[in-house]
């Protein structure tokens, strides 16, 4: 049982010997779609930001992202990868991208990218976890596309039968984490910054995002098949459960903070 899996290719245009592959271009058009969210919303709320300014930002987010995720893949889900040839470390074309590494490396850029245009920290994330959830989208579809990442196996009648799974039934957590992690934070996290009220609380829409993607994470970890070098850890919890929860922690924080503390202030 379960529905056949459609075989696309994980290679979008073949050039000669260059091969232009969905999973890059989901980063790209992530990418490019939040630069021109966040252009939009500088625009349209009037935040103090040049256009040289925009592209510098999307440049220490590009930068957070491809070093954080990378290296947080290697000490999270890795580490065995380069126990014999740390240079493997640079092989991102071999695949291997952690989200917690990500986040933690776009959070170094972002501080970084504060100081330098002297503006509040949590101003600039709230602006660019706006479109965050695009680029989650996109990478959980190419994550679906490249056999990747699939979930448990299951007898629901939506179950794929993935060739990289054994072609057994599965549940295709990388749609379900596309839905959850992508279109219902987009949807949620527009609407509060479309509140006056939040938007003069810098870092709640942030707080929000990390909270949100910490629950839906957690949760979608359920239906989706741990990475084989790591399995399971104590109680069946898996490593991605293990991460995500001081995201939840440091969201409360940052949120607890703004509404209690320093908005009664």
């Known amino acids: 049982m379960g529905l056949t899996y459609p075989e696309i290719s994980p290679i979008m245009l073949q050039l000669g010997p260059l091969a232009i592959r969905w999973y890059s271009m989901a980063y790209l058009f992530g990418l490019l779609i939040g630069w021109w969210w966040v252009n939009r919303s500088v625009k349209k709320f009037d935040i103090p930001l040049s256009l040289q300014n925009i592209e510098d930002l999307v440049f220490y987010v590009t930068l ?121 934070m987009f949807l949620v996290l527009n609407l509060l910054w479309k509140s006056s009220k939040v938007r003069a609380l810098p870092g709640c829409v942030s707080a929000c995002f990390v909270i949100l993607y910490g629950i839906f994470r957690i949760s979608m970890e359920q239906f989706r098949e741990p990475d084989a070098q790591l399995g399971y850890f104590f109680g069946g919890v898996t490593m991605g459960q293990m991460l995500s929860l001081p995201l939840i922690l440091l969201g409360i924080c940052v949120l607890g903070y703004q509404l209690f503390f320093k908005h009664k202030n």
Do not use: C
Not at 95 to 101: A, D, N, V
Not at 116 to 136: C, E, S
């Open 64 to 184: 957070g992202i491809i070093l954080g995720g990378r290296l947080g893949y290697v000490l999270f889900y890795g580490l065995d990868m380069v126990k014999d040839n740390w240079l493997e470390i640079f092989a991102i074309w071999k695949g291997g991208m952690s989200f917690h590494g990500g986040i933690l490396g776009v959070i170094v850029a972002l501080w970084a990218f504060s100081r330098k245009v002297k503006l509040p920290f949590l101003q600039i994330t709230d602006l660019v976890v706006l479109p965050a959830p695009i680029g989650l989208f996109l990478g959980r579809i190419a994550n679906f596309v490249n056999d990747e990442l699939w979930g448990r196996v299951t007898d629901v009648p939506w179950a794929v039968r993935f060739p990289n799974g054994g072609y057994l039934p599965r549940h295709p957590s990388q749609l379900y984490e596309a839905f959850f992690e992508g279109i219902v």
